[in-house]
């Protein structure tokens, strides 16, 4: 099987700058954020130039290094305690997804018994470009292990983006649908408008037109009713944070299909990388939900939709509980069943399917 490169390149670092393809005016314009500093990284994390679990912790890592450069004339501990404290800023910028807090420590592991400031910037770059690159790997191979469980000729049901936009790589539940479309290419995706920023309608069907992909747009809304007249077989989502239960959290209405998909007995499936769980945390109540303005329920490109006066609420996640998830796709292979215990398992193991 030919190797499989994503056309989008969302993250570019050269001559020490950091090239972000700002995701808000996608697909509608091409535009590149130029980053030199980890406050303009750390803005368009916020901002959601650059979003996705696993691509944000890619920034995230670049952010540390530029922080490096820009105080490199702090000498060796001190700059140490430095980056420390920007880390604790980067970490904060988006809580929910674990990929950031993962990256941000490996970063600051890397450096922490180096003392001379040269070699502390030399080692962040090589790191924060290993993150990146290894995070590819990461997607190539769980698009290896999840396409075997795509259905020939499937209807796919995805939510968000989860692609190249999102990774370093190929995408985690993206990745799978790239993948199996090699095997396969009548498989067909629906891909959820994802209200209230709209990755599936602005991202997903970006990508899947870029790759050739057999794609239908539809609102959220409209998911149950697909599920119930046959056209879903299968639905594939991404995560932002794993609990050690199996537990997900992952792009708001990512549980309603859930809990829809299991009414329909329909499989649904998580796919994520090993970045993306928290053994720290138990169970998915214990992850922390970001909200986001009530400007972007309230609005749509701009335009006011309802009563000025109107009172909103913008989770940006929900908890998918691990009953509603048939198996757990990572770069190790699947997990399904005893979550707690196969999860546990999956960081002691080198592949498990
Ligand atoms: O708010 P976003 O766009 O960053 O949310 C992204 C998602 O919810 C994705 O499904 C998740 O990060 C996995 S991306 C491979």
Redesign the pocket.
Known sequence: MQKINSKIQPIKLENDELSLLDQRVLPLSKKYIKARSYTEVTRAIKN?SV??????GIAAAYGIFLAALEYKKLEGKKLINKLKAIGEEIKNA?PT?INLRWAVDLMLHEVASLDDTLEIITALKKRAIWIHEDDAQRCANIGRYGSKVIPKGAGILT????GAL??GGI????GIILTAHQYDPSIKVFASETRP?Q?GAKLTTFECIENGINCTLISDTACGYLMKKGFIDIVI????RIASNGDTA??IG?YQLAVLAKENNIPFYIA?PLS?FDLSIETGDKIPIENRDEKEVTLINEGLICHPSTQAFNP??DITSREYIKGIITEKGIVEGDYKKEIKELFNTSVIA
């Open positions: 959601m979003r996705g679990a696993p691509l944000i988006r997804a939510i968000c983006n989860t999102a990774t995408g985690t539940a993206f920023r990755q989502a991404g995560a932002d992952n792009k990512t994520a993306t940006a996640f």
